[in-house]
C-alpha cells in the first residue's frame, strides 16, 4: 500500500501525476492499493485541483467526503470496493462542471438515483450494485452508460432517446418492464445495446441501422421478428434467445453479411431452418420448432465454428457435406427427429452432441479420425452392432456417453484420457473387461441396464479418483472386491438389481459416499452399525430392499444423520421402528418383521414426504402427531399390519397427501368426512378393515381421485349420487367388493366415470401410477391389489391405462345399467355374488379392452349376447350361476372358454356344456370304422381348440398381470400380448374351416 507522508513530494510517485506548471497534483492512481493513513494536503499536494482520481480496489467501505471539495474531477473511479447503503445527495454536487467519467460498478450501494447532474458526462458505470427505483437518465453528452446487473424497475422512459451521442447501452439483467420506446432506432450513433435478462414485452424493438452488437436475451419480446432487423448492415452480434417470438425467420437474415453470431435459441419460431451469412460463426436456435429438413445450404457457412440445433423438429439426414464444415468445433443435434446413419464430421470437431433422435445403424469407423474429439453424446438413438475397436484411438476424448441404444458386444477399450463413459440401457455382454482399470482419470462409470456377468475385476480399485459407478441391472454376481477401499473420492455407488452375494460393505470407507445402492441382490447378514455410521459419515442415499439382510437398527440410528432417503424394504429386519433425521423425507421399511407402536417421534422427520410402514407387525393406533406433516407429505402406506382405532379427523391436515393407503388393518368407526379437504388425493386403500359407515359419495369432489378400494369392510347402503354432480371423473380402479351396499347400481356415477372413457398415455406410451418428488429424485411406486380374471392379485406398479370396477359380495339389485358400455377402456368388470336380473346388456360388447367380465352367482336371464364375442381380448368370462337361457354362441372369443364359464344356468344349452340343445341336427350313424375315427379326431380336435382358447385368454392375461407386475413393460402389456391374441383367435378360426371343409359341408 502507498505510505502518505507530509514530508515527502508525493509528485515523484507512480500513482501521482501533477501539472508541469504548477506542481498541482491532477492525477492520483491508487487502484489496487489500500491506503493507510489519513489524507492530507501541503505545499506540494492541491488537491483542489485533482482531475482524475482512481480509488478502485482499494477496500473502501464509504464514499470519501473530501470529494465534495473536489471542483475540477474529470474522472472518478470508485469501483470494486465495499461502498455500501445509498448514495450521499452532497455526492450528485461534485464537480457539477467538469465530471466526465464516473464508475461506481462493483459496490453495495442501494436506493434510487433521482437525477445524474453532471452535463458533461460521457461515461457512466453503476453495474453490479443493488440501485433500484426508476432508471436514471444521464446527459444528452453520454457515450458510455452501463447500469446492469441492479434492481432498476418501471419502463424505459422515451427520455434515453435523447442521448443523441450515446454509443454504448447496457441495461441487462434488472427489473425492467414494459415496451421498450420505439425511438431507439433514432439514436444514430449507437454501437452496443443489450437490454438482456429484464421483464420487457411487446414487439421486438429496432435500434439504429449503426448498432453492430445487439443482446435481447430473456425477456418476454413477442411476435414475428420484423424483417427491418435486416437493415441493420453493420450487425456483427444478435442475441434474440429466451422470448416469446413465433413465426418464420426472414429469409433476409442471410444478408446480414457482417454477422458473426446468431442466437434465436428458446423461442416458438418455426417452419424451415434460416440459413445466415457465411461470415456466421456462432449459430444457436435450440429449443424452437423448425421443422423440416437440414438445408444443405448450411454448408456454405464456411466460418461456421458452433453450431446449435437442438430441441426442435428437424427430420430426415444429416447433410453429408457437414464434413466439409472445417471449421466446426462444436455440434449440437439434440431432440430432433433426424434418422438415417450419423453423419461424417470434420476433423475440428471437438464436441458433437445428437442425443434422443433416431439414428440408425453402426457407429462408422470414420469417427475415430476426429483427433481433437473431446466429447461425444450419442444416447437415445437407435444405433446398433459393436463399437468400433478404435476408439481407444481418440487421445482426446473426455466424455463418451452411448447410452440407451441397441449397442451389443463387448464393452469398447477406451483412451485413458476418458473421464465419463456411460454405455447404460444397452446390450452390452460378457464380462467387463480388466482394462477399464486404465482408464486412470476415469471420475464417472455407468454401465447400468446391460446384460453384463461375471465378478467386477479386482483392479478396480486402481480407479483411485472415480466419484460415480453405475453397474444396477446386470447379470453380475459374487463378492465386492475389497481393492475397492481405494476408492477416497467415491460419492455414488449403485449396485442395484444383480446377483452379488455378499455381506455389508461397511469397510469401504468412503468419507464422501452420497448415494448406496444395493437393491436387490443377495447381500446378507447383519450390519455392522458402528462400522457403518463411522464409514458413511456424509451418505444421503442407502438403498437396500430386497435382499437378505436380518438384525435390528437400534432406534436412534437414523436420528442424527443426513440421510434423506432411507429405503429397507423387503429384507427380514426386526425390532422396532427406527427413529428418524429432521431432514429425511422418503422412509420405507416395508415387508419387514418391524414390531411395535408407530412411535411418536417418528414425526420429527417435519420434512419426510414418503413412509411406508407396510406389510410389518405393527400395532396400536395412529400416532396424532402425523399432522405434523401437514405441508410436504404426499405419500402414506401403512398397510397389511395390526394398526386399529379409528382414522382421525386431523388427517385431513395433510394437504399435499396423494396416497393414503391403510388396508389390511383393524381400523373401525366412520370414514373421516375431512378427507374430502385432501385435494389433491389420488390413491385411497381403506380395504379388509372394519369401517362401518354409507358409500362415501362426499369423495367424489376430489378432482384428482384415481384409486379407490373400500373392499371388505361394514360399509351399507345404497350407491346415492346426487344427480347432476360430476364426481369421480378420473376414477380408474373402484373396488366396493365385499360390503353390504344394496339397491340399483347408479347409472349416474357410471356415466361419470370420465377417467374410464379415456386412455392415459405418457409422451413414451403408457406410464405408471407414480409420486415424484424433484427435492430427492426418486419416484415411489404405488401398489394395490385386485382380484383379475378370478385370482387376487398384487399390482407392484400401477398403469395409468388400467382400470376396473369390482362391485362383487354386495346386495345390489335389478338390471346391469347399459350405460357401463360407455367405458370403452375398462378392462375388468366384476358384479358377481349380487342378486341382479333382467339380460346381460348388449352394449357390454362395445367395451372393446375388457380383459375380464365375471357376473355370476346373480339372477341374469335371457340369452347371452353373441357381442360378446367380439371381445377379442377377453381372457376371463364367467356367466356360472344365473338362469342365462339358450345356446351358448359359438361366435369368435366365445368359443374359447370351457364349461365352467356357462355352469349353473340350467336352460342353457351347447358346446362347451354337455347339455345339448333341442333342435339340433344329429349327425348320420357311423358307416364305417374310418368314419368313426374321423369322428373320434373332430371331437378331440374342437376340444384342443377349445382348451387353447381358454388356455390362451388365461395365460396371456395371468402373463400380462405378472409381467406388468414384475418387470414393467407397458408397451408389451399395451400391443405386444394383444397382437398375440388377435393371432391367437385368427389361428384358433382356420383349423375349424378345416374341419368343415373335410366333412364335405
Known sequence: GISWNKSVDCCSWDEVTCDNVTGNVIGLYLAYHPIHGTLYSNNSLHLPKLQVLDMSMCNLTKLPYFLNSLESLTNLSLSYNKISGEIPRWFWGISKHTLKLLDLSNNFLEGGIHRLHWKRLLFINLQENSLQGPLPIPSPSTRYFYASDNNFTSEIPSSICQLSSLQELDLSYNNLSGIVPA????????????????????????????????????????????SSICQLSSLQELDLSCHNLSGIVPACFGNLTNLDFLDLGSNKLQGPLPIPSPSTRYFDTSYNNFTGEIPSSICQLSSLQELVLSWNNLLGTVPACFGNLTNLNFLYLDSNKLQ??????????????????????????????????????????????????????????????LGSNKLQGPLPILSPSTSTFSARSNGFTGEIPSSICQLSSLLILDLSNNSLLGNIPPCFGNITYLEDLYLSNNKLQGPLPRSLVKWANLSTLSLGHNGFNDIFPHWLKAPQLDHLDLQSNKFHGRINLTAFELSFPALRYLLISNNNFIGWWPTKVFSNTSLQVIDLSNNKFGGPIPLLSPVTMYYSIANNVITGRIPSLICNATNIEIIDLSDNSLIGSLPWCLTNFSTVLSVLNLGMNHLEGTIPQTISLIHRLTTLDLSRNRFEGTLPRSLVNCTNLEILDLSINQMKDTFPAWLGKLAELKVLILRSNNLKGPLNIPKGDLIFTKLRILDLSNNNFYGPLPANLIMNLEGMKNTEYGRYGPSYMTQDSHSFGRSYENTVTVMMKGRETKLVKILTIFTTIDLSQNFFQGDIPEVFGHLRYLIGLNLSHNHLTSSIPLTLGNLTNLEWLDLSSNMLSGRIPRALGDLTYLGYLNLSKNQLTGQIPQDKQLSTFLNDSFSGNPSLCGTPLSKACLGDAQPPPPSSSSTLDHKRHESWFKQKIVWIGYASGIVIGISIAYITIETGWPKWFARGVRMLERSAVQWMEKPKRRVIKFHGQ
Open 340 to 401: 438415417g446413419p450419423l453423419p461424417i464430421l470434420s476433423p475440428s470437431t471437438s464436441r458433437f452432441s445428437a442425443i434422443s433422435n433416431g439414428f440408425t445403424g453402426e457407429i462408422p469407423s470414420s469417427i475415430c479420425q476426429l483427433s481433437s474429439l473431446q466429447e461425444l453424446v450419442l444416447s437415445w438413438n437407435n444405433l446398433s452392432a459393436t463399437v468400433p475397436t478404435c476408439f481407444g484411438n481418440l487421445t482426446n476424448l473426455d466424455f463418451l456417453d
Open 183 to 226: 425511438c431507439f432506432g433514432n439514436i444514430t450513433n449507437l454501437d452496443f445495446l443489450d437490454l438482456g435478462s429484464n421483464k420487457l414485452q411487446g414487439p421486438l424493438p429496432i435500434p439504429s441501422p449503426s448498432t453492430r452488437y445487439f443482446y435481447t436475451s430473456d425477456n418476454n419480446f413477442t411476435g414475428e421478428i420484423p
